[in-house]
């Protein structure tokens, strides 16, 4: 018989929980028989943030404006040129202090990196054969890119007058293909106000359309003669 003493909770319902809580929570064996606490820190799930990145100029409390802005300049120049006037467009959209922005554009013409004459060159090359731009039409596109008057002028010299007029016969021939049903007065209306959005003078485009016209009358007449010579 074991004679071993009752445990002081015994007949009181009330010492007898707390004594069998307390044992519970002390210790609990586990699938391989052994005991840990049952009580175990709580751990967070929520994720940690990132430490903020130093290379980030958002996370710099004191960013290198200059060191930004030279990286504007530099993605702007990627792949094409650009006048001065762009280039300082775009400093002043993104904020850029108009001091530093200065300082910068001037540089970058030391070095060779802004150049507006070889800009308005390499436009004119681009855009007279191409489109069949003429010197009007030219002039006001580089006007607007902020090229200056005088800039402009020199590169524009360099157009050849005979290769500007055909340029615009290479346009009056394309154009003219979609006009066959109309009368001549109507060709010649639409085919020198075309001429004249190129940027073509009204003496010039006239001149152009009537030659067009009449070595177009003049195939049309060869064909016509070669069908009844059949």
């Known amino acids: 018989m074991d004679e071993r003493p009752a445990p002081d909770w015994l007949g009181d319902v009330t010492l007898g929980v707390e004594a069998w809580a307390g044992a519970a929570s002390s210790a609990e064996p586990d699938s391989r028989g052994t005991s840990e606490s049952v009580s175990k820190p709580t751990q967070s799930r929520r994720r940690k943030p990132?430490?903020?990145?130093?290379a980030d100029p958002k996370n710099d409390p004191e960013p290198d404006h200059e060191a930004i802005a030279r990286k504007i300049l530099l993605d702007a120049l990627t792949g094409q040129a650009r006048s001065r006037k762009e280039l300082a467009d775009k400093l002043e959209k993104k904020e850029v202090p108009p001091a530093l922005a200065t300082r910068l554009l001037d540089r970058f013409e030391e070095v060779g990196l802004?150049?507006?004459e070889a800009f308005a060159k390499a436009w004119i090359a681009s855009r007279q054969p191409g489109k069949g731009l003429a010197r009007?039409?030219?002039a006001q596109e580089l006007r607007r890119k902020g090229i200056d008057d005088e800039v402009a002028r020199e590169a524009l010299d360099e157009i050849d007058p005979e290769d500007e007029r055909e340029?615009?016969?290479r346009m009056v021939r394309r154009k003219l293909r979609s006009l066959e049903r109309f009368d001549d007065q109507t060709k010649t209306r639409r085919l020198v106000g075309m001429l004249a959005r190129k940027g073509y003078g009204a003496g010039v485009a006239y001149s152009i359309v009537r030659e067009e016209l009449s070595l177009a009358?003049?195939?049309a007449a060869g064909g016509l003669v070669s069908e009844s010579d059949l």
């Open 136 to 138: 009007r039409a030219l």
């Open 217 to 219: 009358d003049d195939d």
């Open 167 to 169: 340029a615009g016969r």
């Open 114 to 116: 802004i150049d507006d």
């Open 50 to 54: 990132r430490p903020a990145d130093p």
